[in-house]
């Protein structure tokens, strides 16, 4: 029998070593959190987290000095989330916190501020004008609405540490959520990619597609699919777009062209059930339901956006690929194994046993996860080993390859851990300084002086605002200040809250995709060879179902009520976001779709704007057939360029 060499176990442990300790820690406070639910393991939890960032970050780079000072610095992270832990059930009850309280506060405090610094500039800008603005010198000059008295120092350092009410504070529910939800996901994710389970999907459904002009049509169903384990638009266009972008230029799409379709594809990962963006497990904690009310909920809008950006890709896809020049290419697809085959299938298992768990027995998200986790290690470690075996691989790279892919997985779920967990850490200390002297109340009255009665000035102010959010902030951090400062306004005039809130989780996914600063046009760029400026351009276009998206949603809110309705409602979403796009996307292409086809497209845009607002259902499921009917048939008119 082989023995796996002491030399690998510590090259692999040298290179993960620091994110299997993090993996441990999270397990282990898990089990501390269900098992002693009276304390609160936030207080020990996220100190070390901070202190794994900093030594993640500055490991290697220093020199004795700054090693000695980055050695005191985690060492005082970790004695302070103990410290804190220990004198939980003190804290909790104090009136006033003693020398050494405020003294490991602030050290938290300070530190999680540089975070800021160092990761999200923007936000820390925010947070530090909140902290002036939350002065008493700066309150008590500042004219009505906006007077306050201002905040004690004692106050900035307890309000945002010690106090845990709400979603407040570095220790509060927005990181809470972090730990209990959203940890044991990103783990889940990382080992369905570590394990190779988005190439083998990726092989199969393109494996589907025989003729070459569907194979654009491929990336919103491949990123339906992939966006399912990955939740991140720029992680989905990197996945997606590596099989789909060099297949598409193969046919004769444009490099710009296939990076754009990639792009825009990507969304579905954000916005496509049951694993959706990280915004979606902090809705639950605005809304006051479990995470199953959110999913149901978003799946009719999923589906509408892919059907929409289908039929728009499939417009450019006739132009390209029908081209003369590009007629008769012969496509080569990889090869599928059956180790795909049993991939696939392990993922739809996964993924069957998180819905059943979460919609049918009604388990809690992170104990829904846990089991999913638990059924996935019985699957595929065995599978991998088959297969290995099969291949006659030897017991010593069997247990190697295992151990790497684990150790793969660990890294990823870890890394991705830290960085949303502390990221919802710092938003609790912005949510806290906006609450602190009831700056969200200001907020309202000053909005609803400007909008009066008028709801529609005050939904074109909240997409501006989330607009502009969007471009420098993470779509978590944009989500809440809508939600905390603006959404309270919409209900208050009658807008449904689930509306209230769906716009602005589909503005957050805006701001994840929107240029000059969208990631996963720069990932798309990467792949097709193409300049990221041209890609975003035409982002702007192909993407407009999603811009248009939360507008819909506010004059149909039916459509989050699960019911036949919401069907007919996901229908009519789909045809007018289509036909409204459908103009300038032609103009875009500038292709040619005849006399009958000019007539054609302002009769549709026409219709498309009718149904926006007419009132009966069955009015608008007349005029979005209508709007289908004719926007295939312009489709249908392209001429398609001899050469």
Known sequence: MHRIGFKNIQTLFSEHGFELTIFIIVIFLYLIMKYLIALQYTYLTV??????FYYHRYRGRLGILGKALLAILIISLIISGLYLYTSYERLVYALNYSNPDLLVASIILLLTLNYVRIVHKVLFFIIIALFIYDLPYVGRLLPEPFFHLGLPWVRYITSNTLETTGLTSVFGTLATIGLEIIAPILFLLAFMESFGILGSIGRIIISFIRRATLIPLSNPILSSFIGTVTGSIASDTAVTGSVTIPLMKRIGIPPEWAGTIAAVSGITAYVMPPIMGTVAFIMPSFLGVSYWDIVVRAFFIAIAYVLATMLLIYMVSRIYVGSRQNRGVEVRRGEISYVDYANFAGFIICIAILIILIGVAGYELPTAVYYTLIAFTLYFIPLHIAYRVARGSGFKQI???????????VNGGARSTIDVVLLLASLGIMVNMITAVGLIQDFNWLVLGITGESLWLLVAITYFFGFLMGLALPAVATYISIAVLLVPAMVSLGIDKWAAHFFAFYLAAISEFTPPTSISAIVAAGIAGAEATKIMGRMFILGMPIYILPIIILINPQILTPSPE??????????????????ALIAMLRISIGLRG?????ISTALAITALIATPIYAKVLLATAILIINIYIIRSIKRPSN
């Not at 100190?47 to 794994?52: G, H, R, S």
């Not at 000019?598 to 302002?602: C, D, K, S, V």
């Open 47 to 52: 100190p070390i987290i901070l202190a794994a």
């Open 399 to 409: 247990a190697k390859d295992l151990l790497t892919n684990v150790l793969r997985g």
């Open 566 to 583: 919401a069907m007919l409602t996901s229908f009519i979403i789909f045809s007018t976001a289509f036909g409204l796009t459908t103009p």
């Open 598 to 602: 000019l007539i054609a497209l302002p």
